[in-house]
Nanobody, 116 residues
C-alpha cells in the first residue's frame, strides 16, 4: 500500500534553513506528482511546492518561491524540500502528499517551528 514518511522537521531561528525528506513506497514514484503541503494552527492545509507534468516540473506557492526548493531522487523514492530564509509564518506541520487515481495520500507530518 501507499506509504509516505516525512523526516527533518524541527525548531529553527528566523532566517535559518531546514531540509525535509519524504520516503515513499507502494506506487510508481518516478512519474508521480509528489508535493509538500503545510498546515498552520487554525488554518487549512495549503500547497507549498509540488511536481507537475508527470513529476517533471516543480511548482511553488508564491509565499515560498525563491526560498524553498523541491527536488526528488527517483532512485531512492524520496522527495525533498529545502527551506531557506525561514520566517515565523512558515511555522506549520509539513506533509508530503500524492494523489494516485483520484485518491489523496499523506504522510504523518513533521513539525517545523520558526522562532523570531
Amino acid at each position: 500500500q501507499v506509504q509516505l514518511v516525512e523526516y527533518g522537521g524541527g525548531l529553527v531561528q528566523a532566517g535559518g534553513s531546514l531540509r525535509l525528506s519524504c520516503s515513499a513506497s507502494g506506487f510508481t514514484f518516478s512519474t508521480s506528482n509528489m508535493g509538500w503541503f503545510r498546515q498552520a494552527p487554525g488554518k487549512e492545509r495549503e500547497s507549498v511546492a509540488r511536481f507537475i507534468v508527470s513529476g517533471r516540473v516543480p511548482y511553488y506557492a508564491s509565499s515560498v518561491k525563491g526560498r524553498f526548493t523541491i527536488s526528488r531522487d527517483n532512485a531512492k523514492n524520496t522527495v525533498y524540500l529545502q527551506m531557506n530564509g525561514l520566517q515565523p509564518e512558515d511555522t506549520a506541520v509539513y506533509y508530503c502528499g500524492v494523489t494516485i487515481r483520484g485518491v489523496e495520500y499523506w504522510g504523518q507530518g513533521t513539525q517545523v517551528t520558526v522562532s523570531s
